[in-house]
């Protein structure tokens, strides 16, 4: 499990049927918001993939930022023995080619705050951080 070690909220690893709710979740952002999925396999055995789409612009943050209009990479992810080969930045690569052949201006992304490897890797493609959500247990 690759966020134990990692996880200072002790969310849950992985619940029964987790894996089928979250890539139903994919697919269905994917067609509601004219998404792609797109999966890196080798004979069959599953390398990464990622899922992205276009995102509309809330109001709220139409009020504070200037006029964009984001494409949204939802998920990305590379199996632990595979990373350090581009993988990675390339399936980022893509998602970027697809939002800027839509008219998207910026792409966005979420990372879990405690993964710093991820964050890391997403400063070294270009991404900065935006907002920076906070918690503290009472």
Do not use: C
């Amino acid at each position: 499990n690759f966020y134990i070690p990692i996880n200072p909220f002790n969310r849950v690893p992985h619940k029964k049927n987790s894996a089928s709710y979250w890539t139903n979740r994919m697919l269905r952002k994917a067609k509601l918001h004219n998404g792609r999925i797109l999966v890196v396999e080798n004979q069959s055995t599953l390398i990464g993939f990622t899922a992205f789409y276009l995102k509309k612009q809330p109001y709220d943050e139409a009020l504070e930022f200037i006029d964009m209009k984001p494409g949204y990479i939802e998920m990305l992810f590379v199996q632990d023995k595979y990373r350090g080969q581009h993988i990675g930045k390339e399936l980022i690569g893509l998602a970027e080619e697809y939002f800027k052949k839509e008219g998207r201006t910026h792409s966005e992304l979420g990372v879990f705050g405690p993964n710093i490897r991820a964050h890391s890797f997403y400063v070294e493609n270009g991404y900065m951080d935006k907002d920076i959500n906070m918690i503290k247990a009472l």
